[in-house]
């Protein structure tokens, strides 16, 4: 069965520390596709980051990088020199690229609620 | 483009009553989906479309119907609001289900 598990529920350090968000998925499909997602405190849902199965690299974009490993089914978010803006919840979620009855499905994690203090 | 555009933004109901809730998008994308948001519960999926005239259900579709005349627009009928409903809704569609979703704004909706 499909499953995005993120384990820690809420987060919350001091401006300036790094923080890493943890994602764990499943699925049995090969070809897969991963997302985070980021909900300030105003509500809306905003796209950070699309990853396929088959791009191990990690990517870094300014103070965010993210590590994509499938030897453990995991794709960690870490946000460096944390700023009160990050403030906010982050979804993971995984998309299949074959799996029939459901294509067009994302299965999202509960979120980990992040809280950077001043 | 204006993306995804839900309305209304915010909606009471009384126990019993109907209505709609509108998506829609201008990005000419096959997938859409309607999503509910409760506090710890995290996103949870109602219904989906992968194209005009194909809807199916997600995780929690009960007391929801859609339908998908156009590609443009997914509407979500309540057909007999209870407060069990009382949540954040939120539309989404994609190009396809290899890329990101595009959220609306989302419509508070409270059930009294």
């Known amino acids: 069965a499909q499953k995005v598990t993120q384990a820690q529920t809420e987060i919350s350090v001091v401006e300036k520390e790094d923080v890493t968000l943890d994602c764990v998925y499943e699925?049995?499909?090969?070809?897969?596709?991963l997302f985070w997602y980021k909900q300030p405190p105003s509500g809306e849902l905003v796209f950070l980051i699309r990853?396929?199965?088959?791009?191990?690299q990690n990517e870094i974009s300014g103070r965010y990088s993210w590590n994509f490993q499938k030897s453990t089914s995991s794709f960690n978010f870490t946000i460096t020199a944390s700023q009160v803006v990050d403030s906010a919840v982050y979804f993971c979620?995984?998309?299949?690229?074959?799996?029939?009855?459901?294509?067009?499905?994302?299965?999202f994690g509960r979120g980990t609620q992040l809280t950077v203090w001043p | 483009n204006a993306g995804v555009t839900q309305t209304p933004k915010f909606q009471v109901l009384k126990t019993g009553q109907s209505m709609t809730l509108q998506c829609a998008q201008d990005?000419?994308?096959?997938?859409m989906s309607w999503y509910r948001q409760d506090p710890g519960m995290g996103l949870r999926l109602i219904h989906y479309?992968?194209?005009?005239?194909?809807?199916d259900q997600g995780e929690v579709p009960n007391g929801y119907n859609v339908s998908r005349s156009t590609t443009e627009d997914f509407p979500l009928r309540l057909l007999s609001a209870a407060p069990s409903q009382t949540s954040v809704y939120f539309c989404?569609?994609?190009?396809?289900?290899?890329?990101?979703?595009?959220f609306g704004p989302g419509t508070r909706l409270t059930v009294t």
């Open positions: 990005m000419n994308h096959e997938y």
């Open positions: 979620a995984l998309s299949e690229a074959w799996r029939g009855s459901t294509l067009g499905r994302l299965y």
């Open positions: 990853r396929n199965s088959f791009d191990e």
């Open positions: 479309s992968v194209g005009a005239g194909i809807t």
């Open positions: 989404a569609s994609r190009i396809d289900r290899t890329y990101e979703q595009y």
């Open positions: 699925t049995r499909d090969t070809t897969y596709y």
